[in-house]
């Protein structure tokens, strides 16, 4: 069995000590109520040893009475000379005389011949005419039953000098006279003789016919110590005695009862005394075990309401009293509590600042954003996001490290909370932060806080005697004009940061209805640049580049293409931007060399095949095993592939692309520099790298014939081309007299429409083929 469940310890700890003493009390109880069981069956046993010594003297004196008074009569001459001749009247007037001064309850004379004198009941005359002759010397005593009573009976002779006769006392062993005997004993006993029946069984006047088995049984122990059992309805310890019995009569026996009840009434008063005591004391231990419960468990309810206070974040002392395990547990408790609360603070301005910075981050900074907009909406004031990157951060970040970018950072931050003291400023993760200014009611003073920002990010930066230039790009959105939500006034300053970007960094721009479409645009686009991967829906087309002076093909320009199933053909300039900013810009620059190598592959072993190669292909670490696999697959030679990079490769880590071109150098494959020309460095990148091209931009062939600059810029980089060892292309010649002037200044070959358009794969292998046969013949 379980133990009931307490929702308090106090009720738990009462319950248990209260359960243990009433489990001690009721030990107690019963050890003392074996030892009172035990000594009052000791009691009684003697008792009843005793009343059995004093019935059978009561007994023997009570024969002895009766058998002198018998004597007496028989002694008398005149009683035995009516004996003797048969008087029977002097005969029954004699024992009626006896039997009135023996207090028998019959008196009879029995004569030699076997007639029976006196007044007795006719069942009791005819076994008295034998009594007699039962008993070998011709007297005695015996118990026989008559009827439904038993008697006692005493046999004296009449001699004169023979035996002529017989006297008998026959007394009644009724009710009355057992309770005579009762009133001899010193305790309350009950006194009963049981004869046998003719049937065989015992008989007891008062005894029910369920009884008869128990009498039974006590019978067999006739003799025995006394027994306990239940008769006449009650608990009772009983013991039998034999009593006499003349030859040939039935058997009788002397039952002494003593009733339990009246044996434990002497120690009722003790075990009185005993149960008021265990009350008492139960009642004690309660209190006791109440208050001694209170005091364990009331530090312990104060444990668990500092605890739930502390759980639900507010910090509750708990009072210490004493210096027990309770104290001691106190006051660990609150040296805990303190422990953890300054653990909470500083989880909590983890959780809600930057670590590097200590600004607020992005969700401290979406928490007070949506806070004041709300204020917002109640007071009907106005608001402005300033989203904002560096420009150029990752350039210092790669070129000096992380250590000398994280305290760039730093000193960003803070020359942000110095210009603008007011603000909200907060570091939304890497280079980007974002500034919630309040109270513009109109784009005037966001365009002049935006103005200080890139002004003061503009400024140079001294770190450990070093100096690091940045700039930064601003996207504006104001609400409630340009949302009300946290979620769209974030995007929406972020579109705004996009268009900064895109014209040209170090500006800001305000958010427009009209840059939201565009963004829709580039995310569906995106998808559609995902789906076209999936589906196959890319193709490459070639545009043939001719030697000037023999105009043989001796190269083929691979252009990327997109069959959109709704847009049609799409350029690359109009995809590409997206595919960088997306990511697909590997996947896709992976399967352009793979197909441009495949198509390669059947066209005459002169023709190259040009693949340009963006800045994020060169990022990749990658590229060098692609253009292997792409070679390998296709069957082509490395020298029959030619990349065309841009000097903006250049501008992320220059000295890893220089490692990387010289990579692809001894691979074999030929390295072309692409709209030489129209970049700021371009001179420097050609002393760092030995290119195997140089292509002069379509901008200086489209004035060539009009403007003398233009045709000296040219000359000049056909000659610089010369002494460096590198061949070069002139991109977009349209008109034959630019075809003439670029050969005529000594340009290795030409690419433009006037010489070919690109075509499909199919017609750009015919037209090399073409070409080549036309060679041959010639």
């Given at each position: 069995m379980s133990l009931p469940r307490f929702r308090t310890l106090q009720g738990k700890l009462a319950f248990l000590y209260a359960g243990l003493f009433v489990a001690a009390m009721v030990l107690l109880g019963f050890a003392a109520q074996a030892m009172i069981d035990r000594h009052a069956s000791e009691t009684v046993k003697k008792e009843l040893a005793a009343s059995e010594l004093i019935y059978d003297r009561l007994w023997s004196a009570r024969i002895q009475t009766l058998g002198d008074q018998a004597d007496v009569l028989a002694r008398d001459f005149g009683f035995r000379d009516a004996l003797a001749t048969g008087d029977a009247p002097t005969i029954a007037s004699a024992a009626a005389n006896l039997?009135?001064?023996?207090?028998?309850?019959?008196?009879?004379?029995?004569?030699?011949?076997?007639?029976?004198?006196?007044?007795?009941p006719p069942s009791l005359r005819a076994q008295a005419a034998d009594l007699p002759f039962a008993f070998p010397e011709g007297h005695g005593t015996a118990v026989i039953a008559s009827g439904n009573a038993p008697f006692q009976i005493v046999v004296r002779p009449v001699l004169a000098p023979t035996e002529i006769g017989w006297i008998i006392f026959a007394v009644r062993l009724d009710q009355g006279e057992m309770r005579a005997l009762e009133k001899l004993s010193a305790i309350p006993l009950k006194a009963n003789v049981l004869w046998r029946s003719p049937q065989g069984g015992w008989q007891l006047q008062s005894a029910r016919s369920d009884e008869q088995r128990t009498l039974t049984a006590l019978t067999s122990k006739a003799g025995a110590a006394p027994q306990l059992m239940r008769l006449g309805g009650e608990e009772v310890f009983a013991v039998v005695k034999p009593l006499g019995a003349a030859e040939g009569q039935g058997a009788a026996m002397l039952l002494i009862r003593y009733p339990l009840a009246s044996a434990m009434a002497g120690f009722r008063p003790l075990q009185i005394s005993f149960l008021v005591a265990a009350l008492v004391g139960l009642l004690l231990v309660i209190i006791a075990s109440t208050r001694l419960a209170r005091s364990i468990a009331q530090p312990i309810t104060e444990l668990e309401d500092a605890a739930r206070s502390l759980a639900q974040g507010d910090r509750i002392d708990v009072p210490v009293r004493g210096d027990d395990e309770i104290a001691r547990l106190a006051q660990r408790f609150n040296s805990m509590a303190s422990e953890i609360v300054e653990r909470e603070h500083r989880i909590s301005h983890m959780a809600l600042n930057d670590a590097l910075t200590d600004l607020p981050n992005r969700v401290f900074f979406r928490e007070q954003l949506d806070?004041?907009?709300?204020?917002?909406?109640?007071?009907?004031?106005h608001l402005s996001i300033l989203s904002l990157d560096l420009d150029g951060f990752k350039h210092v970040n790669d070129t000096l490290g992380h250590p000398f970018g994280d305290k760039l950072l730093i000193e960003v931050s803070r020359r942000l909370s110095k210009i603008l003291p007011d603000a909200f400023i907060a570091r939304l993760g890497g280079d980007e932060f974002a500034i919630i200014l309040d109270e513009n009611r109109d784009s005037e003073q966001s365009m002049r806080n935006s103005r200080k920002v890139i002004e003061a990010i503009q400024r140079p930066f001294v770190i450990e005697g070093q100096q690091a230039l940045i700039g930064t790009s601003i996207g504006i959105a104001i609400a409630p004009g340009d949302g009300?939500?946290?979620?769209?006034?974030?995007k929406n300053a972020d579109l705004a940061l996009y268009r900064a970007k895109q014209d040209g960094r170090g500006v800001f721009r305000f958010f427009e209805p009209a840059l939201n479409d565009e963004a829709q645009y580039r995310r569906q686009l995106e998808i559609d640049l995902r789906e076209a991967l999936l589906l196959g829906q890319f193709e490459l087309h070639f545009q043939p580049i001719f030697a000037a002076e023999e105009r043989q093909v001796v190269c083929f320009e691979a252009l990327l293409r997109w069959n959109h199933p709704k847009r049609g053909v799409i350029g690359p300039d109009q995809f590409v931007r997206v595919a960088e900013e997306s990511g697909l810009m590997l996947r896709i620059g992976e399967w352009v060399l793979q197909e441009a190598c495949r198509r390669a592959h059947d066209w005459p072993s002169h023709v190259r095949v040009a693949v340009n190669v963006s800045p994020i292909q060169f990022r990749n670490p990658a590229l060098n095993r692609v253009i292997l696999q792409a070679l390998a697959n296709g069957g082509l030679a490395a020298e029959r592939l030619e990349l065309e990079i841009t000097e903006s490769i250049f501008l992320d880590n220059s000295c890893d692309t220089v490692r990387m071109l010289h990579r692809l150098r001894r691979l074999g494959v030929r390295i072309s520099l692409d709209d030489f020309g129209t970049g700021y460095s371009s001179l420097s990148y050609l002393r760092t790298f030995p290119f195997d091209k140089i292509k002069i931009d379509k901008s200086f062939v489209d004035d060539i014939e009009t403007e003398s600059s233009a045709a000296a810029i040219v000359q000049a980089i056909v000659d610089l081309a010369n002494a460096l060892g590198m061949e070069t292309t002139a991109e977009g010649v349209e008109h034959i007299e630019q075809y003439e002037r670029l050969r005529a200044q000594g340009c290795s070959s030409i690419q433009g429409f006037l010489l070919g358009r690109p075509v499909c794969a199919v017609e750009a292998a015919s037209i090399a083929l073409a070409d080549t046969e036309q060679r041959a013949v010639a």
């Open positions: 039997n009135r001064r023996a207090g028998a309850t019959f008196t009879l004379v029995v004569t030699q011949d076997g007639q029976v004198v006196g007044d007795i806070t004041r907009l709300r204020r917002l909406r109640e007071l009907g004031s009300t939500s946290a979620d769209a006034l974030l």
